[in-house]
DNA sequence: TAGGTCCTTGACGCGGCCCTGAGGACTGTT
DNA sequence: AACAGTCCTCAGGGCCGCGTCAAGGACCTA
């Protein structure tokens, strides 16, 4: 087995001494580190970079934190744990109840908080592993570890949004994925209605995997629905 | 949809006290409670019943709490939240990184357990509750979270508006739907008369579905009423 | 700054799906 | 037996959604 890439954290905190040293100690431990200053940047940032877990302080200047858990919860199922100061029973029911997965309060250790970044972790790559890593149809295969596709042997680069695209589907083998769906997860929560995205995109996949681009045959259209993807 | 059958929990302390106070507050939640007095009876238990979630004191007469763990992570991903009377940050570490979900330090809050187990339930949750959705008749199979639908092995493709007028019809399978619930769900809120257009639906899925199209076994019509769906 | 890749956006033809209307069957009522 | 109401069936036309091609522009790299 390779050595799996670093995972990715945001971390969301306007205390610039704290998001200095969580940027500090998670990247000495190998961690891919982005910091967000504020909700909104948060959000965005989210959408942007897909980080692997979240680490949220529940103190922002801009929007609610419980807020932030609900805006990500909508259409993301990135594990959150929350940072807060306020260690009152009710706040942790309620950040926990909006969606967040973990809550430590400050101050905190860093070993315990790292300890627990793991388990978020382990804990989302076991579902998301769960489905093969490596999925064969009869012209191409796809390593979905590795971020890898080959056809007839050679290998067929993917751009990011093709790959997005195509993780997706192939993660939902066999199932009907909505347009929304697809757009939400690629695109961003924003984009509700552009499916011509989908279109162009969906062709681009076709012309490089499919034998015959114009008779798809695994990567199907459920017209005014969304696509599904076969093997 | 039918009310979700409770969760199962298995809680395990050897002290009767808290278990005591653990099993009548989660009995009063709606949870299916279990309890375990030492490490061995908690691993057959998970073996036996299932439990959807354990709680776990690491403080057991017999067994080690992280071997606990350990037993259970070698063949089981039910979420474990651990109870614990030390609050020193290693011992957080090593239960976590043994494959524990979360960790809860004695004295603790009765709201903020139970927030920690909805979150645990739901994360897992999440996964587990997509697989149930196949309805099966004599003729054909409804995969519902798929959306695809097969007769004799076969895949029947269904059109949009089909799918989602089946959709409805399935997920009340043996209850009356209105036509105008029907036409409201399908059609939009603004169409309340327009029973010829479910006629025509209705038989476009009859034609494709039922083995004797004119003689309706599973998609049956309730004059002046609206429509059923029987297995 | 130049070159390349990639994302976005627009235009256009085509096929399939949704709607619609007409005719007929069935049932219950007067 | 005639009639009204509801339902089933079939077929055609309009239109929306999809696929395709191509060009503009943002971004990165050298």
Redesign the pocket.
Known sequence: MPDPEPSTVLVVDDDPQIARALRINLSARGYHVVTAHDGTAALKAVAEIRPDVVVLDLGLPDIDGVDVIGGLRGWTQVPIIVLSARGDSTDKVHALDAGADDYVTKPFGMDELLARLRAAVRRSGVSAAEAEAVVETRTFTIDLAAKRVRRDGAEV????????LMEILVRNQGRLVT?KQLLHE??GPTYDS???????????L??KLEPE??R?RH?????????RFEC
Chains 1, 2 share one sequence.
């Open positions: 680069h993917l751009t990011k949004t093709e790959w997005r347009q690629v695109w552009e499916s011509h995205y989908l279109r162009v995109y969906v062709a681009q076709r012309r681009p114009s798809p990567l199907l259209t459920e017209p005014g629905m969304g696509y």
